[in-house]
């Protein structure tokens, strides 16, 4: 079972641009495909991103196309989310999960390892 590490959260103002890492480890890293996905305060998680395993295959949530960015480097072992013009209602922790094969998927349960999380905050 791979491991998930988020990491690149932070405080950041509106229009700002934050880049998140997801470290794996204790599996094939290539043989997965990834996803970020993301809970605001009093809100259920909701899919961001994801990426195939040999990132042929990119998705995005409507509200994030255009400012996000997903990448994988599988020599790294680490996926990438670019956030670029980010808004006060991208607030929330970003989780990145895995599921293995090489087909992306967007619901939470199609993903079964996960990190903890890291936070995300934009002020207005």
């Known amino acids: 079972q791979v491991q998930l590490v988020e990491s690149g959260g932070g405080l950041v103002q509106a229009g700002g641009s934050l880049r998140l890492s997801c470290l794996a480890s204790g599996g094939t890293f290539s043989l997965y495909a990834m996803g970020w996905f993301r809970q605001g305060p009093g809100k259920e998680r909701e899919f961001v991103a994801a990426?195939?395993?040999?990132?042929?295959?990119?998705d995005y949530a409507e509200p994030v196309k255009g400012r996000f960015a997903i990448s994988r480097d599988n020599a790294k072992n680490t996926m990438y989310l670019q956030m670029n013009s980010l808004k006060p209602e991208d607030t929330a922790v970003y989780y990145c999960?895995?599921?293995?094969?090489?087909?992306?998927?967007?619901?939470?349960?199609?993903?079964?390892?996960w990190g903890l999380g890291t936070q995300v905050t934009v002020s207005s």
């Open positions: 990426i195939s395993w040999r990132a042929r295959s990119i």
């Open positions: 999960a895995a599921r293995p094969g090489p087909t992306i998927a967007t619901m939470p349960d199609e993903y079964n390892a």
